[in-house]
C-alpha cells in the first residue's frame, strides 16, 4: 500500500499565494510515500514545504520553474507500476491524448503524469493511462482563467492502482475516485 | 491487633540475603508435610546431612515417575531433555511436587483448587508441564479434559478471524469491499481507449481524510501505537536468542508478539498499548511456544493472545493513567504494598518512608507494573509467575505479598543505609533464592 501524491503547476508566488489552507490542512507529514510534481512550482519555498510532506520528491521542469536544475522527464516503479513524469508544456498539441500516448511509448511506462493544462484529466489508451492532477493552487493557465484547485493521491498496491481525486469546488473539497488494474502479463519494456 | 515489634520468625539468621541458604537445602526445609515451628528452625550445617540420607528410597520412584511423565506429556512421546538435571531434581520434594502434577493433569476432570495448591511450590520446569497448567490456571482450558479439542478449536479460530479483520490495512479492505459490490475495476490494456470513469465517494473514505469514523484516519492513528508496540518488541529481552537477534526464529517471535499486542491495542480502544505490556507477554508466550507437543507450539500465539487477556484482565488498571490516583490505580497498590509492609514489619517501614523518605513508587512502580519480570533472571521469574497464578487470593495479593517478602529479606541492609544506597539497592535488586522468598511470602498472608 504506497500512497503517491501528484501534483503541480503551483505558479507561487506569481499566480496564487499558496494552497488553499483545506488543502494544507490534509497534506500532513506522514501518511505519503513519494511525491511526484509536474513542475511550475516555481520557487525553493514550495520545493522545501513538499519536502516536509514526503522526503521522498521527484520534479520534473516546467517552464516558469526557477531551478533550472529539474530533468526534463523522469521515470520511476512504484509497485508494479511504472511511472513518467513531464511537464507536457514540451507535448504540443498541449494536452492532446494522441501525443502524450506517442510520449508515454517513448518513456515506456503504464502511468504518465503531466500538467500544464490546469484541468484534472484522466485518460486510457491501449499504451496506459494519462494523468494530469490539474493546478494545486488554482493558478490561471494561458488558456483558461477559471481554474478549480486539484491534486491526485494515488494509493499502489502492486497491480492495481486506485486514485484520488481532490478538487476544491465552491470551497468544499470533493474526492472521486478511480481505479485500475495493470494486467499480471506485463508487456512492458523491462 | 497491632504489632509493634518484629516477629520472631523475622529474627532468624536466615533471612539476611547476604548469605542465602544453597538451593537444594531450601527445598527440603520448605517441604509441607513437614513444618517445624520456625523460630526453632536449625541452622543450615546440619541438613546436607538429611540429603545424604534423603535420596536412596527416592531412587526407585524415579524411573516410573519420569516414564510417567514422558507418557502422559500430551502423548506425543518426546523425550524432554531437560526434566531431570540430577542436580537439582535429586531432592524428594522436587520428584514427588513433579509426580503430584503429572498425576493431577491426567485426570479426566482437573480439580483446580488442588492444582493450584500443587502450582503454588513451583512447577517442574519442563515447558509442557507449565504450558499446560498456565493455560487451566488462566482460565484458558477448562477442567473438564473432554472439552479441550473444542475450545480450543472455537478460540484459535478467533484468534485468526480477529487477525484478518483488524491487521488489514485500508487499502486491502476497500479492495475487499469492492469486490463484495461487484465493482469493476478499468483493465489497462482491454478497454478502449478515451476517459476513465470516475465515481463519486463520500468524504469519509480516501486516505487524506481527518474524520473520524475514516478507516484511512484510525489507520494513520494506530501507526502510532503500531510503531511504539514495534520499538517495544524489539527491546524485549535483548539477552534471549529466542526474542532478540537476526535469526528467522526470532524474527517470527517478535512478529506474534506484535501481532498479539497490537490487535490487543486494537480491541481495548481504552487502554490501547502502554510500554511494559511486552514484558508481560513475553514470558507466557515463551512457554506455550516451547510446549514440546507440536500441535500446540503452532498455536502458541493465539493460546498466548487470550491468556494474556486473562491476566490482563485483573492488571489493567495498573496501565491506565486516568486511574492513576483512583481506588483502583497503581498509586493505591502501591500504598497497599506501603500499608502490607508496615503491618509486618514497621521498623523497616518508618525507616524506609520517614527516616531516609524513600518514596515506594520509586521502586515498586516497576515491580507491580511488570510482575516482577525485570527484577529477576527469565527462569526466576517463570517461578514467581507459578506462585502468582495459581494463589487463590488472586495474583495482584499474591504480588503484594511477594513485592512485602523482597524488602523484608533485604531489611539489614535497608536498615543500615541511606536514600542513595537504599534506592540503589530496591532498583536493582539482588540476586536472592526464589523458593526462599515466595515462602516468606506465603508466611506474610493474613490469617
Redesign the interface.
Known amino acids: 500500500m504506497v500512497l503517491v501524491l501528484a501534483l503541480g503547476d503551483l505558479h507561487v508566488p506569481h499566480r496564487a499565494a499558496d494552497l488553499p489552507p483545506k488543502f494544507k490542512s490534509m497534506l500532513v507529514p506522514g501518511k505519503i510515500q513519494h511525491i511526484i510534481c509536474t513542475g511550475n512550482l516555481c520557487i525553493k519555498e514550495i520545493h522545501d514545504y513538499l519536502k516536509t510532506i514526503c522526503p521522498d520528491l521527484h520534479i520534473v521542469r516546467g517552464e516558469f520553474d526557477e531551478d533550472a536544475r529539474y530533468p526534463e522527464n523522469k521515470t520511476l516503479t512504484i509497485g508494479q507500476f511504472k511511472l513518467g513524469l513531464c511537464h507536457g508544456h514540451q507535448v504540443i498539441p498541449w494536452g492532446d491524448l494522441d501525443s502524450l500516448a506517442m510520449l508515454q511509448r517513448q518513456l515506456g511506462v503504464d502511468i504518465l503524469v503531466t500538467g500544464h493544462t490546469h484541468q484534472f484529466t484522466a485518460y486510457k489508451h491501449e499504451g496506459g493511462v494519462v494523468i494530469n492532477p490539474g493546478s494545486a493552487t488554482g493558478a490561471y493557465s494561458s488558456i483558461n482563467q477559471d481554474v478549480n484547485p486539484s491534486f491526485v493521491l494515488m494509493d499502489i498496491d502492486g497491480f492495481r492502482a486506485v486514485v484520488y481525486v481532490y478538487e476544491l469546488i465552491d470551497g468544499e473539497v470533493k474526492v472521486d475516485k478511480i481505479e485500475f488494474k495493470k494486467p499480471p502479463t506485463s508487456n512492458s519494456a523491462p | 491487633m497491632a504489632k509493634k515489634g518484629i516477629p520472631e520468625w523475622l529474627n532468624s539468621s536466615l533471612w539476611s540475603s547476604s548469605s542465602p541458604p544453597p538451593p537444594i537445602d531450601d527445598r527440603l526445609l520448605r517441604n509441607p508435610s513437614v513444618t517445624p515451628p520456625i523460630v526453632e528452625r536449625p541452622p543450615l550445617s546440619p541438613s546436607p546431612s538429611a540429603i545424604t540420607t534423603a535420596p536412596a528410597p527416592p531412587l526407585p520412584v524415579r524411573p516410573p515417575s519420569k516414564s510417567e511423565i514422558n507418557d502422559l506429556q500430551n502423548g506425543t512421546g518426546n523425550d524432554e531433555a531437560g526434566i531431570d538435571t540430577p542436580a537439582a531434581a535429586s531432592s524428594v520434594e522436587d520428584v514427588s511436587r513433579k509426580a503430584q502434577v503429572v498425576a493431577e493433569l491426567s485426570k479426566k476432570v482437573i480439580d483446580l483448587k488442588e492444582l493450584r495448591k500443587i502450582a503454588s511450590q513451583g512447577l517442574p520446569d519442563d515447558a509442557g508441564t507449565r504450558s499446560l497448567v498456565w493455560k487451566l490456571l488462566l482460565g484458558y482450558l477448562s477442567p473438564d479434559r473432554s472439552l479441550w479439542s473444542s475450545e480450543l478449536a472455537k478460540k484459535r479460530s478467533q484468534y485468526k478471524q480477529f487477525k484478518e479483520e483488524l491487521l488489514m490495512?485500508?487499502?486491502?479492505v476497500?479492495?475487499k469491499m469492492?469486490k463484495s459490490k461487484g465493482?469493476d475495476?478499468?483493465?489497462?490494456?482491454?478497454?478502449s481507449?478515451?476517459?476513465?470513469?470516475?465515481?463519486?465517494?463520500t468524504?469519509e473514505?480516501?486516505?487524506?481524510?481527518?474524520g473520524t469514523t475514516s478507516l484511512w484516519n484510525n489507520f494513520?492513528k494506530d501507526?502510532e501505537v503500531l510503531e511504539q508496540i514495534d520499538r517495544d518488541v524489539m527491546r524485549t529481552h535483548p539477552d534471549m536468542h529466542f526474542f532478540s537477534g537476526d535469526s528467522a526464529v526470532a524474527k517470527a517471535n517478535q512478529d506474534a508478539l506484535k501481532n498479539v499486542l497490537t490487535i490487543f491495542a486494537k480491541l481495548n480502544p481504552g487502554i490501547r498499548y502502554v510500554q511494559g505490556m511486552n514484558e508481560i507477554l513475553a514470558p507466557i508466550y515463551y512457554i506455550f511456544k516451547n510446549d514440546p507437543d507440536k500441535g500446540n507450539a503452532a498455536f502458541a500465539e493465539s493460546d498466548a493472545f487470550f491468556c494474556f487477556v486473562e491476566l490482563m484482565s485483573g492488571f489493567r488498571d495498573n496501565f491506565c493513567q486516568q486511574l492513576d490516583n483512583s481506588v483502583v490505580g497503581i498509586r493505591y497498590t502501591i500504598t497497599r504494598l506501603s500499608l502490607l509492609l508496615k503491618h509486618h514489619d514497621e521498623e523497616l517501614w518508618r525507616h524506609l518512608e520517614v527516616t531516609t523518605k524513600i518514596n515506594p513508587q520509586f521502586y515498586a512502580f516497576r515491580w507491580i507494573t511488570l510482575l516482577l519480570t525485570q527484577e529477576f533472571n527469565f527462569v526466576e521469574s517463570l517461578h514467581i509467575w507459578d506462585t502468582l497464578l495459581s494463589d487463590p487470593e488472586g495474583p495482584q495479593e499474591t504480588l503484594l505479598r511477594i513485592c512485602c517478602a523482597m524488602l523484608i529479606l533485604v531489611r539489614r541492609r535497608l536498615l543500615a543505609g541511606d536514600f542513595t544506597s537504599n534506592l540503589k539497592l530496591l532498583q536493582n535488586y539482588p540476586p536472592s533464592n526464589i523458593s526462599h522468598m515466595l515462602y516468606v511470602a506465603d508466611k506474610l498472608r493474613s490469617k
Do not use: M, Q, V, W
Open positions: 490495512n485500508p487499502s486491502e476497500t479492495r469492492d465493482g475495476s478499468n483493465d489497462l490494456k482491454i478497454e481507449p478515451g476517459a476513465l470513469s470516475r465515481s463519486e465517494i468524504h473514505d480516501h486516505p487524506l481524510s481527518l494513520f501507526t
